[in-house]
RNA sequence: GGCCCCAUCGUCUAGCGGUUAGGACAUCGGCCUCUCACGCCGGUAACACGAGUUCGAGUCUCGUUGGGGUCACCA
């Protein structure tokens, strides 16, 4: 039976590049070992939690192609995949370790520990303050209303192998009495991700290394209830280009900012999978690949910096291959694109033909549809520059005469073009260099575009012979 | 501050006792050329420091320094 995992996000928000990125892992352990991928939602906070973060969560993970097979909208054996449904779980778990002495019911109110956490600080601000233990050994009093705290040993050291840092040992010294229940009866983070993942079978809990410090914790709740606790793997910190935190004053750090942007998922998913793991020299990967090779011995321990301009680079890479980005998902992908430019509904061929100019002149999608512009307006957008500086008087009769040959080719191929050129301006004496910008406004309305015999297959011979007439007509009134 | 963790070019990394320390991004030159790109060629650029272990340390050990994480009725 192969691994089972999970990825739990707190619906509070969107998807955070390094949610995602924890999520891969996971996913990629899961698909290169046959197990299972499971989805839980973490919303016991009823203040942060929210659907509509479940859904942009649960998006943004099914257009990065992270597929579940156990979690929300998929169902599973382990049902309900939002902990808000499990509460009785967590409830009864919670009884268990109260009855055997492993956790009590505490009445110091929050307002309380902090009157007692200020006193503190006044009197030495670098201390930490610990509870005092105060309800450890008082007498229960269940229909007060309270809190449930771990009853947390004060000798020894808690330890557990982490697949990625190896052993991690904490003195049990600096553990204190946690809360595992709070006072509106919801479970916190520690209880309900162990209970949870007892219960649905997961076998490596994978997740950020700022998780690593509430490990022990959860490790000390595993021994209480006496169940084996699953391997742990911590994934090294995805930091700002300063190396603070990430956040979104650094960065995007939405997924969802990336699909905009006009990368693709797997373009995404390269990006992120090399930050913390690698195989040998290779950086573009396809998803297939990273399936194929992806291993927790390749994972590296030590933190890194987040770097936009690196991860732009890969996702151009995987927008300029078509091995990487068919034609068909590159077409698909930048209608939409399209669409914001006021171009919907562009004829498939047209575009799939066109595609292929551009692949290497556009760094994302949203750039890509920029670049067709041209193929698909009519007439094109003339750049007002482009037109005082290029279509001028001079340029009139060789744009009539290019005219003239496309009209006349026997054949509107590139090669054929090229070649009905080629035998014009050495007849003539031109150079190509004074046609070739002419000619260029007058088909795409721009100084920069793909080769022009290229764009003029594309545009086909009626469209091309218009817009070059068009164009001499302008440069002859142009005087 | 306590606890935990980390340390190779500016950035992501390869390296798992013997290498001219390699690749990629970025950057700087050049080539190609109908423009813009792509592509190609080349340059600058790293083992944090100090002790050990060893015939020999980027690689092993310890310390120092630096960086990060975490110490909630958030997850």
């Known amino acids: 039976m192969g691994p089972r995992v999970r990825f739990a996000p707190s619906p509070s928000g969107y998807l955070h590049i390094g949610g995602a990125r924890t999520a891969l892992f996971n996913w990629l352990w899961a698909k290169s070992q046959g197990g299972v991928f499971v989805v ?102 269940p229909a007060l209303p309270h809190v449930v705290r771990f009853k947390s040993p004060k000798q020894g050291s808690t330890d557990f192998v982490d697949k990625v840092f190896g052993e991690i040992r904490t003195p049990n010294e600096v553990q204190q009495d946690f809360v595992i229940v709070r006072t509106d009866g919801y479970p916190l983070y520690n209880l309900a991700a162990v209970v949870d993942d007892h219960a649905m079978d997961i076998t490596l809990v994978a997740r950020g290394r700022d998780h690593i410090g509430n ?30 935190k990430l956040s979104k004053r650094h960065a995007s750090v939405a997924v969802q900012d990336y699909r905009e942007r006009g990368y693709t998922p797997v373009g995404v998913l390269n990006y992120l999978v090399r930050f913390g793991w690698s195989s040998g020299d290779q950086e573009i990967f396809s998803r297939d690949e990273l399936v194929r090779l992806f291993d927790w011995a390749r994972v590296n321990k030590s933190d890194g910096k987040f770097d936009e301009k690196k991860f732009a680079d890969v996702a151009f890479e995987h927008l300029k291959r078509p091995e990487l980005t068919s034609l068909d998902d590159y077409a698909a992908w ?30 994302t999608l949203a750039e890509a ?111």
């Not at 490790?219 to 603070?244: C, D, I, N, R, T």
């Not at 004829?347 to 292929?356: G, K, Q, S």
């Open 215 to 244: 490990t022990p914790q959860q490790v000390l709740l595993y021994q209480a209830f006496g169940w084996k606790p699953p391997e742990f793997a911590h994934l090294p910190m995805m930091l700002s280009p300063k190396g603070e």
């Open 40 to 141: 839980r939602i973490e919303d016991t906070d009823q203040d942060r939690s929210s659907l509509d973060s479940v859904r942009a969560i649960l998006d943004a993970l099914t257009w990065l192609g992270l597929d579940w097979q156990e979690g929300p909208e998929v169902g599973g054996p382990h049902g309900s995949y939002f902990q808000s449904e499990r509460k009785q779980l967590y409830r009864d778990a919670v009884e268990q370790l109260i009855r055997e002495g492993k956790a009590y019911r505490c009445h110091c109110t929050k307002e309380e520990l902090d009157a007692q956490r200020a006193a503190l600080k006044e009197r030495d601000p670098k201390a930490q303050f610990v509870y005092p233990g105060t309800c450890r050994d008082r007498k229960d009093e």
């Open 369 to 479: 549809a920029v670049a067709l512009d041209y193929y698909f307006r009519d007439p094109p957008e003339l750049d007002p520059q482009a037109q005082a500086k290029v279509l001028v008087p001079a340029a009139a009769p060789h744009l009539a005469c290019l005219a003239e040959i496309c009209r006349g080719a026997p054949e509107f191929s590139v090669h054929a073009l090229e070649e009905a050129v080629r035998v014009w301006t050495e007849r003539e004496q031109i150079k190509m260099k004074d046609v070739a910008q002419p000619a260029r406004v007058a088909l795409t309305g721009r100084t920069a575009s793909p080769g022009l015999f290229e764009v003029m297959v594309v545009l086909g011979r009626e469209r091309s012979v218009a817009r070059l007439e068009a164009a001499a007509r302008l440069a002859r009134g142009s005087a």
């Open 334 to 363: 930048v209608r939409p694109f399209l669409a914001a430019r006021q171009l919907s509904d562009v004829p498939e061929a047209t575009l799939t033909a066109a595609i292929p100019t551009i692949r290497e002149r556009a760094r």
